[in-house]
């Protein structure tokens, strides 16, 4: 199982950027996929998260209106669009999925290694 995470990098204040995350080894379409961020000496926090249709979003209040989550289940890949970004949304930003193995009655919890994103002010 793999969650690459990229589109990273150093942008200043009111800037955008588009994170990328790329799924194999598990069924893509069947999980729920979510954006976390850790930003320096925070807790890891929700971003965004996705229902495995797409069908329903969530943001974190402070997301809301300038991140935007999406799907592309044909290429295995999650995205977040980030416009009028703020120094307080530097992070590094990390790729989740969570759903069921049925065949193992196994729930799963991936993790990607993480994309950097600095605002600069």
């Known amino acids: 199982v793999q969650l690459v995470e990229s589109g990273g990098g150093l942008v200043q204040t009111g800037g955008s950027l588009r994170l990328s995350c790329s799924a194999s080894g598990f069924t893509f379409s069947t999980y729920a996929m979510s954006w976390y961020r850790q930003g320096p000496g925070k807790e890891r926090e929700l971003v965004a998260a996705?229902?495995?249709?797409?069908?329903?979003?969530n943001y974190a209040d402070s997301m809301k209106g300038r991140f935007t989550i999406s799907r592309d289940n044909a290429k295995n890949t999650l995205y977040l669009q980030m416009t009028s970004l703020q120094p307080e949304d530097t992070a590094v930003y990390y790729c989740?999925?969570?759903?069921?193995?049925?065949?193992?009655?196994?729930?799963?919890?991936?993790w990607g290694q993480g994309t950097q994103v600095t605002v600069s002010s």
């Open positions: 996705e229902t495995s249709t797409g069908g329903s979003t």
């Open positions: 989740n999925a969570k759903g069921w193995e049925w065949g193992r009655l196994r729930f799963n919890d991936y």
